[in-house]
Nanobody, 117 residues
């Protein structure tokens, strides 16, 4: 049974940092494309970071230079390092794993990040 569990969310002041973790069971990240998404109240879910099966990363301009996605295959965990956080980063952050050959997506339950003074 595939399960993704996010952790590391919380309250942080503007300019602060957080590191989110996504631990997987029942599936390996190593040969998959994995992403972090977020959804704020009243807004659509948006992609904030991806890492391909080849290890290539990409980010939208809204977080580029501040967020870093990484993968530790030995721990079967994907991370999202978030620096220089802004109030507009406040959202529930979700871990996603995409299997291209089947078109299937797996999602975690999400972890809340609140950026406020």
């Amino acid at each position: 049974q595939v399960q993704l569990v996010e952790s590391g969310g919380g309250l942080v002041q503007p300019g602060g940092s957080l590191r989110l973790s996504c631990a997987a069971s029942g599936i390996f990240f190593s040969d998959k494309t994995t992403g972090w998404y977020r959804q704020a109240p009243g807004k659509e879910r948006e992609l904030v970071a991806i890492i391909t099966r080849a290890g290539i990363t990409n980010y939208p301009n809204s977080v580029k230079g501040r967020f870093t996605i990484s993968r530790d295959n030995a721990k079967n965990t994907v991370y999202l390092q978030m620096n220089s956080l802004k109030p507009e980063d406040t959202a529930v952050y979700y871990c996603n794993l995409h299997i291209s050959w089947s078109g299937m997506d797996y999602w975690g339950k999400g972890t809340l990040v609140t950026v406020s003074s």
